[in-house]
């Protein structure tokens, strides 16, 4: 017999949302929805995913608009709580020489009050794979403890769990960030480092020392991005190559987030981890294009098409 599940998902994500303040030029603030996980959410459902939200709110008119882009988008919001004793995350995106800086006003906020016992087992009932990333475990120890939870239960539901570095160094330092991926890693499926997030955790710049590094942890596949130069899919079996699709690059906030929505959706639909990178190549090529991060995110159809063409549209 078949049992019907009441939310089933192909990606949960599990993080925080922030409302985002986009400085263009002087007089021109743009309003936006952030946040990596959330990001990812929105990618994986613009690929063809059935995705959702595990998170807190504030009940302020930040959060309505992120509920309002989780209805607009069809993402799952039924894990979305709605806290009355804390606010929404919001930040600020500055662009500069050397790329976008971000400004964050998230300490205390609903998210980061999260605690492994606002988590239960019914929760990941139907979910196929759990998306976790080292800004969930950076922004307080008690989201932190709850990854881990989050994890642990979304594994004895049966569920994979993929994980992002995200290194921010203005939420934690690399050692404390180390140190809670050795606690999240063994728990851990897929893992998305990029370059730069491997140098400053662990000094490695040469990428298959990097795979290897991740893949001592237990993890089963290592999904390293390389910016420009495309990504590399590691098993224990070994590594290959996956060039990146060629951009005019405009902005690149929120290029690994639309990276690891797309590698899931499609990794859930053919299994196929290098299938999968290609298709996330193509589409964080996409959105490398476009100023801000949930504007860029490209649609399945652009995905499509960019495979195809290979080029720029
Ligand atoms: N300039 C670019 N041209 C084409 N694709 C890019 C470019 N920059 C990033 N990408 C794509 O975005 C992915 C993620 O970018 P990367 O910079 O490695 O991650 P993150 O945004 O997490 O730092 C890369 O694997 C690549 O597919
Ligand atoms: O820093 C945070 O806490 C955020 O979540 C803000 C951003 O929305 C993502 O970080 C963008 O991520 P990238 O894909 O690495 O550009």
Redesign the pocket.
Known sequence: MTSTRPHALDILCFGEPMFEFSWIEKDNIRPGIGGDVSNTAVAATRAGAKAGMLTHLGTDGFGDHILQLYSDEGIDASRVQRSEAAPTGLYFIEYGPNGHQFSYRRAGSAASQIGPDDLDQRMFDGVGVLHISGITQAISETACAASIRAAELARKAGARVAFDT?LRLNLWTAQQAVAAMEQILPLVDVVFP???DSEALFGLSDPEQICKRFLSFGVEMVVL????K??IVATEHGQHMID????N?TD?TG??DT?DGAFLAEFSRSKNALDAARF??AA??LS?ETVGAVASIPHYDAIQSRMQKGEIL
């Open positions: 995200n990029s370059i730069e991005t390389l910016a420009e495309g990504a990146a699709f060629p951009a690059l690149a290029a690994g990276f996330a190549c964080a090529s490398v």
